[in-house]
């Protein structure tokens, strides 16, 4: 069973890391954005009520949101596991997750701010299909471009680097403690986020390969065949 929950400062490469992890493990990964979205567009009972908040602009209360991750979780495709990502943001919904489901390893992206607000603020995404670029790291094929339906890149308006702070400053205050809270309990695990994708991606698969205490595992990692 891999029950995993992503936590990181924004542009720490959580998204593209669990993406990935998600698809060699077999399990659903879970953005509550992409839940909330998701649900929406499928006009559920849950996905009306959250629509009502968000066309109002206000924040989906936590209630909501774990109604939709407890219904996600009920489905088929996540009797392996899951992979979480943007969910909990503080402790009282890391508590409240608790009442939810177990928890089996907690990786914290840990990475310097100067190289976050610079990663950020190089950072483009199609509005279109989403796919998120980098003018260093990951440019697109032609410059502005989305390499999938050519639409025209945008830089958004919280990876400017005013923005930035500001959202760095409420990870710090809201998101950051959660660290303590799930270090109490054994399951936080740090990983360094600077590096290429798959520098981070290695990282990664080590610390949720280990065992959790007490735990025997009777399948191992994925692993990457060796080229022929």
């Known amino acids: ?49 959250a629509e009502g908040y968000m066309r109002a602009g206000r924040l989906v209360p936590d209630d909501l949101v774990l109604r939709l991750i407890r219904e996600r979780l009920a489905r088929p495709e996540a ?73 025209p890149l945008v830089h958004r308006p919280d990876d400017r680097p005013e923005a930035i702070r500001t959202r760095l400053e409420v990870y710090r205050e809201e998101t950051a403690p959660l660290e303590a809270f799930y270090r109490e309990r054994g399951l936080l695990r740090p990983v360094r986020a600077d590096g290429t994708p798959g520098e981070v991606a290695a990282r990664v698969r080590s610390v949720v390969a280990e065992a959790t205490p007490g735990e025997t595992r009777t399948t191992s990692p994925p692993t990457k065949r060796p080229s022929q």
């Open 1 to 49: 069973m891999h029950r995993i929950v992503f936590l990181g400062p924004p542009g720490a490469g959580k998204g593209t890391q669990a993406a990935t992890l998600a698809q060699e493990l077999g399990v659903p990964h879970l953005s509550t954005g992409d839940l909330l979205r998701t649900a929406v567009r499928e006009r559920s009972p849950l996905g009306i009520e």
């Open 79 to 151: 009797a392996r596991g899951f992979l979480l990502d943007g969910f909990p943001r503080n402790r009282a919904q890391a508590e409240a997750l608790e009442s939810v489901t177990a928890i089996d390893r907690v990786v914290a992206f840990e990475i310097d701010p100067t190289l976050l607000i610079r990663r950020l603020g190089d950072r483009r995404v199609c509005p279109i299909c989403a796919t998120v670029y980098n003018l260093t790291t990951r440019p697109p094929k032609v410059d502005g471009r989305c390499d999938l339906d050519q639409a």
